[in-house]
């Protein structure tokens, strides 16, 4: 598929649900914008597909990849789709997240947490530094705040010691600012025109796989869904804007004012 008549391709991660799908629906509003949904099940992304198309009543520039991130194998074959189907590829935003109350492992036998916030998104980085490289581009990573709360304790990145939700939540997001600045240097070094920033979206309150409420913010315990299409219109309005051309390596607010990061 070519998507060369248009300024931008976007690819969301864990835009099935909450800010994702809201930022989804933003962005394909506007012409200029082609939008690739991703979601954990073709289910998922085909109905968030559909309800795109009739919120905005045009489903044209909106395609999807799906794929589960708690399966390794899976994140290289989304890699693999994209770069096949949708090599103008130049905006990731991995903004896909979990937060369980329990520990979990995939069946990559790592935690869930650490493996779907942290981990696939790395992978599928770099598995789309090719397509990406191929234009000038944007990675989009969402921080949190909370990554300043927690040291890393390497001797058990697992959680298998000690799981707290919010502390290996916030671990994991720790763990994306590093990948965003490694990764940012990498691209200077190489002289490619890739941007990599981390975007701070605030508090926000998402379904789970169950369809109940989780808190992916420890800061607050209730947001309306206004709080979350402001933030999606933040997060749409700095992707479609001038700010992220011209910068990389820095944590950003909604507004693109560069934050003080803990790293």
Known sequence: MTTSVYKRTILITGATDGIGKQ??????????????????????CIATKEWIGKENGNGTNIDYVAGDF???KEVAIIAEEVERRFPELNVLLCN????????????????????????????????LLPV??????????????LHTWPSLDWADVMAEKEYEKYLQYSRSKLMCHLMAFALHRRMNIARQHVNVNIIELGKE???????????????????????????AGNLAQLIE?????????KYLDPSGKQMRSAI
């Open 23 to 44: 930022t989804a629906l933003d962005l394909a509003a506007h012409p200029d914008n082609f939008v690739i949904i991703h979601g954990r099940t073709e289910e998922k």
């Open 70 to 72: 708690a399966v390794l």
């Open 96 to 127: 896909a997240g979990v937060l369980y109350p329990r520990r979990l492992e995939t069946k990559d036998g790592m935690e869930s947490t650490f493996q779907v916030n942290y981990l696939a998104h790395y992978l599928l980085c770099n598995l």
């Open 132 to 145: 990406l490289s191929h234009n000038r581009s944007n990675v989009i990573v969402v921080g949190s705040v």
């Open 205 to 231: 309150k998402e379904p789970n796989n169950n369809g109940k409420l989780r808190t992916t913010s420890a800061l607050s315990s209730s947001m309306s869904t206004l709080s979350i299409c402001r933030q």
């Open 241 to 249: 804007g001038p700010c992220l051309e011209k910068i990389s390596g």
